[in-house]
């Protein structure tokens, strides 16, 4: 079965520090994304990739980088970490098989719920 | 452009009567149309697609939700609720890559 999984189910950092998430998946999926989920606002792209080494700037980047090496990696980075980026985040990956990403679903992981204190 | 609006952001049923979630859309092209259900401290699981194929669309666990293209709707429904249908759903439409819209979520409260 698909799997995406991303390594930390609760975190919690300072402000200023440099925080990793990560998020693997099975599937052999050529795209990966970062989302953030706040209550009341539904979820927003971070960033998303189509391809090793690929990325693209989704609705929010701003104070988020990420890292694709590998297919089946793809790591959210907060390069200083402040209270507002506290929310849950959830990664998930699509294929393009099938003539493109549009009527693909996407499958996530069971989020990382991140603390900045 | 595209967005999407979920008309109702909390839902209360009794366990055994029908479920109605709503979903309205605009998209400048012909989008395809998906339904998550997200479960406490889960991520969110597929429930169903539209894909330009039948209108009326089958999922799991007994939901469907039917493409009505003049009303711009996508409305979820199930004919009785079950207390694990208690969950947050998300409507989302989808015109390409990385360009996935989700409404705010609908949660649904089954009272026994």
């Known amino acids: 079965d698909v799997k995406v999984t991303q390594s930390s189910r609760y975190l919690v950092k300072r402000t200023g520090e440099k925080v990793f998430l990560e998020c693997v998946q099975d599937m052999d999926h050529e795209n990966m994304f970062w989302y953030r989920q706040d209550p009341g606002l539904g979820l927003r792209l971070i960033y998303f990739s189509y391809d090793v080494k690929m990325k693209e700037k989704g609705d929010i980047p701003e104070g988020y980088s990420v890292s694709r090496e590998k297919k089946e990696r793809f790591s959210l980075i907060l390069e200083s970490a402040s209270t507002n980026q506290t929310s849950m985040y959830l990664c998930?990956?699509?294929?393009?098989?099938?003539?493109?990403?549009?009527?693909?679903?996407?499958?996530f992981g069971d989020g990382t719920r991140l603390s900045i204190l | 452009a595209q967005s999407v609006t979920q008309l109702d952001s909390h839902v209360s049923v009794s366990e055994g009567t029908p479920v109605l979630l709503r979903c309205n859309y605009s998209s400048s092209y012909s989008p395809s149309l998906f339904w998550y259900v997200q479960h406490p401290n889960k991520g969110l699981q597929l429930l169903l697609k539209?894909?330009?194929?039948?209108?009326l669309v089958k999922g799991i666990n007994g939901f469907e939700a039917e493409f009505k293209k003049s009303e711009t709707s996508f409305h979820l429904t199930k004919p009785s609720a079950h207390m694990s249908d208690a969950a947050e759903y998300f409507c989302v439409v989808t015109l390409n890559a990385g360009k996935s819209t989700f409404g705010d979520g609908t949660t649904l409260t089954v009272k026994p």
């Open positions: 539209y894909t330009s194929a039948a209108t």
């Open positions: 998930a990956s699509t294929t393009s098989a099938g003539g493109g990403t549009s009527n693909q679903p996407q499958h």
